[in-house]
């Protein structure tokens, strides 16, 4: 393969999605898998520069991750890229027992003999920054610390009641976390300060990134780091952006490629399981601009009768769409309709209703050829699309006014869903009219 400047794997599809448009944006021919693929099918995508799998683990026991991120990590240890980089959620959203960041950076350090950590997670290209440790996000055009956010404070699987990360991950590791604050690395002798910082922890670095500026230095803070412990990081697609803006000064990469509009289809389809209050206003809009909204029961989903509610959810969808209309199906239209209580009675019921709205979307496709699809929510997203058979995703339309949904390009065997155009929408991603921009084929 060419080098590889970036292998990664992503704690949730929409987040891997994220990583992938971040790359191709900037001229880093990027693919994703959905597994570890096999000789043959990495050998098709030998002339890219960055290869990821996109995973679950976001939504995960520990003992799930011990068991299933060692082997990933082994295999992407195996194609010595530069970086390797545990991704995860912009917003940090993890708990000791459910998508534990501090788990998954126990297993990566462990796999890579390397005793120092770096993590970022501010990203201002996603409105997310870091300061002193600790993490803001914007909403609404105004920006809250996480712990405030309207939307992350409240989040059905894992609230954060807390925005200092090193507090935040000191309960779901043992490992100590320094940070290097912006007073450190805006300073004149930072390199020598971040290095004596590193050296002195023996576990995890945390790089504040609150401008273009100290994302600038992340970027060079984690090439020299990655020189002295090893290439394995863990942090947001800020990793991403903090490192390509210091490839760009070196000469690695060009800094940029040209994605021309794909124009419009006369018919999307939209699986939707996201209780986000962005996504409610989202399918609102899409209703305005011509799409049918249908209801789902997200508990008869996961019942005992769920092939018959996913055979419902299909005739339904498919009278839609033969009637010329683009659909969104949706389990909840905002916070105010999560019935989350309810399904954590019912042992996996949230995976389970990932698949089921799969299944829903792969037979809609079949049915009826389409050649455009989206599936909103982030762990929806992640148990959603395994269901469509495809092996592999490449950046087909970046969304440069809202990155991390882009429109991508499906790969794989199964005739109906090789060539599929398919954006994976996080809860608190995309503009309010993000859906019909998908359906026609719009960058902005």
């Known amino acids: 393969?060419?080098?590889?400047?970036?292998?990664?794997?992503?704690?949730?599809?929409?987040?891997?999605?994220?990583?992938?448009e971040a790359m191709a944006s900037h001229g880093v021919a990027t693919a994703l898998f959905l597994d570890i693929p096999s000789p043959e099918t990495l050998d098709r995508f030998k002339d890219c520069q960055a290869i990821g799998i996109a995973g679950t683990s976001r939504s995960e026991t520990p003992a799930w991750m011990q068991q299933h991120l060692t082997p990933v990590f082994e295999w992407l240890r195996s194609l010595n890229a530069d970086v390797c980089h545990y991704k995860v959620c912009s917003t940090f959203d993890s708990s000791p027992k459910t998508g534990s960041i501090g788990k998954a950076i126990e297993i990566g350090r462990a796999i890579f003999d390397?005793?120092?950590?770096p993590v970022v997670v501010g990203a201002p290209q996603l409105k997310r920054y870091t300061a002193f440790g600790n993490l803001f996000a914007a909403y609404q055009g105004n920006v809250y610390r996480i712990d405030r956010h309207p939307v992350m404070s409240r989040h059905p699987v894992t609230p954060?009641?807390?925005?200092?990360?090193a507090v935040h991950l000191s309960k779901q590791t043992k490992l100590p976390v320094a940070v290097a604050d912006?007073?450190?690395?805006?300073?004149?002798?930072?390199?020598?300060?971040?290095?004596?910082?590193?050296?002195?922890s023996?576990?995890?670095?945390?790089?504040?990134?609150?401008?273009e500026a100290t994302q600038a230095a992340a970027g060079c803070h984690l090439i020299r780091l990655g020189r002295q412990f090893g290439g394995f990081v863990a942090g947001s697609s800020g990793i991403e952006y903090a490192l390509l803006n210091a490839w760009r000064q070196s000469g690695v990469v060009t800094g940029h490629a040209d994605f021309p509009d794909v124009g419009p289809v006369d018919r999307l389809a939209v699986v939707s399981g996201s209780v986000s209050p962005t996504t409610e206003r989202q399918i609102r809009k899409a209703v305005d601009d011509g799409f049918e909204s249908i209801s789902l029961d997200p508990l008869s989903l996961v019942s005992g009768d769920s092939d018959g509610a996913v055979d419902a959810a299909v005739r339904d969808g498919i009278q839609r769409l033969r009637d010329g209309k683009s659909v969104i199906l949706h389990t909840a239209l905002g916070p105010t309709a999560d019935v989350g209580a309810h399904m954590d009675e019912v042992p996996g019921a949230r995976h389970e209703l990932g698949r089921a709205l799969g299944t829903v979307l792969r037979r809609l496709i079949e049915s009826e050829g389409l050649s455009r699809a989206v599936i909103a929510g982030?762990?929806?997203?992640?148990?959603?699309?395994?269901?469509?058979?495809?092996?592999?995703?490449?950046?087909?339309?970046?969304?440069?006014?809202?990155?991390?949904?882009p429109l991508c390009l499906a790969h794989g065997s199964y005739p109906p869903t090789n060539g599929l155009q398919i954006a994976l929408k996080g809860g608190q991603v995309g503009t309010d009219g993000y859906f019909a921009q998908i359906r026609d084929g719009r960058k902005n």
């Open 1 to 20: 393969m060419e080098r590889l400047l970036v292998s990664y794997y992503g704690d949730d599809f929409t987040g891997s999605t994220d990583v992938m």
């Open 114 to 117: 390397q005793s120092v950590v």
């Open 160 to 165: 954060m009641g807390e925005a200092d990360l």
């Open 182 to 200: 912006l007073a450190m690395i805006t300073m004149g002798d930072a390199d020598l300060r971040v290095d004596q910082l590193a050296s002195n």
């Open 202 to 211: 023996g576990g995890i670095v945390l790089i504040d990134v609150d401008s």
């Open 378 to 405: 982030g762990d929806t997203s992640s148990h959603a699309l395994r269901q469509l058979k495809i092996e592999a995703l490449t950046t087909l339309l970046p969304l440069p006014q809202t990155p991390g949904s």
